[in-house]
Structures are given as C-alpha cells and as structure tokens.
T-cell receptor, first 114, second 111 residues
Framework: KQEVTQIPAALSVPEGENLVLNCSFTDSAIYNLQWFRQDPGKGLTSLLL?????REQTSGRLNASLDKSSGRSTLYIAASQPGDSATYLC?????????????FGKGTKLSVIP | SAVISQKPSRDICQRGTSLTIQCQVDSQVTMMFWYRQQPGQSLTLIATANQGSEATYESGFVIDKFPISRPNLTFSTLTVSNMSPEDSSIYLCSVRDYEQYFGPGTRLTVT
C-alpha cells in the first residue's frame, strides 16, 4: 500500500524567504506526483504535476522535483509572500483497480509572516 | 482544465439524518471521484463513480452508508446516510483529466 509522508507538518517563514517542502512516498512505481494548495475551508488547487518520466516542473515561483529512486519530491517556493500561506498537499498517483488513484500526504501548513 | 461545482457548500445536520451532495462538472468525464477529509487529516478516497455502472468503493466505505449516483457524464451525487458526528468532514468531488481537479468541497457538521 502506497504511503505518502510530508515533513514538516507546519512551517513558518518570514516574507521573502525561499523554502522547500518535502514529500516522500513508499512505492516508486508511481504514475505521477501532484502538488496541491488548500486554503482554509476550501477545496484543492492544483499547482504542479510531474509525470514519472520527468525530473521537475516549474510554474512561476514554484518548482517541483521528483526522484523516484529515492521516493522523494520537493516543492520549492521562491521569494515567499503572505499570500502563499496555505496547506500544501502532495499526492502520488498509481495504477490500481482499473483507474489511477491518488494517495495524499497530510500536508504542510505554511505561514509566511509579513 | 475542469471546473467543478458542489452543492451545498456547507450544512449542519442532526444525527440520524441523511444529506445528498451534488457535483457538477463543466465537461464530460468518464470517472468521478468522491473524497473525504476529516478534521486535521488528509484526503481519503471514498469511491469512484463511473457513468452507467455501480460505484467502486474503497476499503472501509460501503454503499449503504455512502450511496452514489452517476446519471450522466457531468453529474454525480454522494449521500451520507444515517449520519453520526464522526461523519463531520469536508466531502470533495474530483475528476481526472491530465491532472486531478477538485471541487470546492462540502463542509458537513453533524450534531
């Protein structure tokens, strides 16, 4: 059974700092890995998706990397802003029961202090 | 990308009652997914809903408790039956295109 772990559970940084969020997964036979953002009481917003054949993806100030051999992914946020404050979830997708299913980590709650 | 809407956005229900959550997608999709997010926890898949067939439930979830309808390729409902306080969660509808997309969620509180 795939397990996804995110460390740390919470992170507080001053505005402008660069930061890295970590995600590890137990089964390297993933189809892809997706990073989401969740604001309090809201649904999930997709940030980046990395296919199993890719090493990284970039969108604006966000860069996500994937290392299947070590079972790790990182989300790098450059020049953090207070608006980046949210919970960040990673989810590993794998093939099962005729469809691709996501296994989520518990998330990292990020607070960016002005 | 897919745009997903859910109704209701939130509700407070009494123990023993049932609530039906609606999910509408702006495009036709083969599979729709229902997730639950309990307080302080991550998302757990409840079931996968295919149009024209019975939903496939994950371990720990049963049809009698969470009946699902999928009448067409853009719509699905999830019913939470005979509710107890332990059912208080955010329920999210999701679809997969190239990426996985989620609705805004339904926040359910059972008293």
């Amino acid at each position: 059974k795939q397990e996804v772990t995110q460390i740390p559970a919470a992170l507080s940084v001053p505005e402008g700092e660069n930061l890295v969020l970590n995600c590890s997964f137990t089964d390297s036979a993933i189809y892809n890995l997706q990073w989401f953002r969740q604001d309090p009481g809201k649904g999930l917003t997709s940030l980046l998706l990395i296919q199993s054949s890719q090493r990284e993806q970039t969108s604006g100030r966000l860069n996500a990397s994937l290392d299947k051999s070590s079972g790790r992914s990182t989300l790098y946020i450059a020049a953090s802003q207070p608006g980046d404050s949210a919970t960040y979830l990673c989810a590993a997708s794998y093939s099962g029961a005729g469809s691709y299913q996501l296994t989520f980590g518990k998330g990292t709650k990020l607070s960016v202090i002005p | 990308s897919a745009v997903i809407s859910q109704k209701p956005s939130r509700d407070i229900c009494q123990r023993g009652t049932s609530l039906t959550i609606q999910c509408q997608v702006d495009s036709q999709v083969t599979m729709m997914f229902w997730y639950r997010q309990q307080p302080g926890q991550s998302l757990t898949l409840i079931a996968t809903a295919n149009q024209g067939s019975e939903a496939t439930y994950e371990s720990g979830f049963v049809i009698d408790k969470f009946p699902i309808s999928r009448p067409n390729l853009t719509f699905s409902t999830l019913t939470v039956s005979n509710m107890s306080p332990e059912d208080s969660s955010i329920y999210l509808c999701s679809v997969r295109d190239y990426e996985q997309y989620f609705g805004p969620g339904t926040r359910l509180t059972v008293t």
